[in-house]
């Protein structure tokens, strides 16, 4: 199962890859498919604990693949910023850091995101593992630079902000409700 939800979440790349030399603006295309694969996995990352608490479905064995996914998305997304709109230009990136601050805000998702990843082996994960409700920071911010990097919020950003907030705010419920039990 492990292996088909790998090769599910890794198709929208192969999409994005044949879809290049049609491109109008090719890195803007994958900044769209990697930002939307990385945003969609970090909140599908959330769905596991929702559908235990829920539906009583037990799908906590896929949660860290999923996030490790969402990692792969926004690793890319970077590497897409970095290498191929900046040219690992750090005095450009700094600057377009300036004109656009979602920037600084997606950074700062994306640095929580990094150091789940880095911390999500046994070992790591047993001696890091309540850094890991970061994990909402991480979800807020990264919705925040989707929703702002955008010029005009359509369907899409508003969807994804919705799915977020329900997602968190079922999270925010379950915690009041089990303290007051």
């Excluded at 789940?116 to 082996?121: D, R």
């Excluded at 593992?129 to 359509?154: D, P, T």
Aim: positive net charge.
């Amino acid at each position: 199962m492990k292996i088909l939800l790998v090769l599910l979440a890794l198709l929208p790349l192969g999409v994005a890859y044949y879809q290049l030399d049609n491109a109008i603006d090719p890195i803007k295309m994958l900044y769209s498919y990697t930002g939307i694969g990385a945003i969609s996995l970090l909140l599908l990352s959330l769905a596991p604990s929702t559908y235990k608490r829920i539906c009583s479905i037990n799908w906590l064995r896929y949660r860290k693949t999923i996030g490790l996914l969402a990692f792969v998305y926004a690793l890319l997304h970077v590497s897409i910023f970095v290498a191929l709109d900046s040219e690992f230009d750090f005095v450009t990136i700094f600057e377009k850091s300036l004109k656009k601050p979602f920037i600084y805000v997606g950074l700062i998702a994306f640095i929580i995101v990094l150091l789940m990843a880095l911390t999500s082996f046994k070992k790591l994960f047993a001696k890091f593992s309540k850094y890991h409700k970061a994990v909402y920071l991480a979800l807020a911010l990264a919705l925040l630079h989707s929703f702002w990097a955008q010029k005009v919020a359509g369907v899409f950003e508003y969807g994804i902000v919705a799915v977020g907030v329900v997602l968190l705010g079922e999270r925010v419920w379950a915690k009041m409700h089990h303290n007051f039990k």
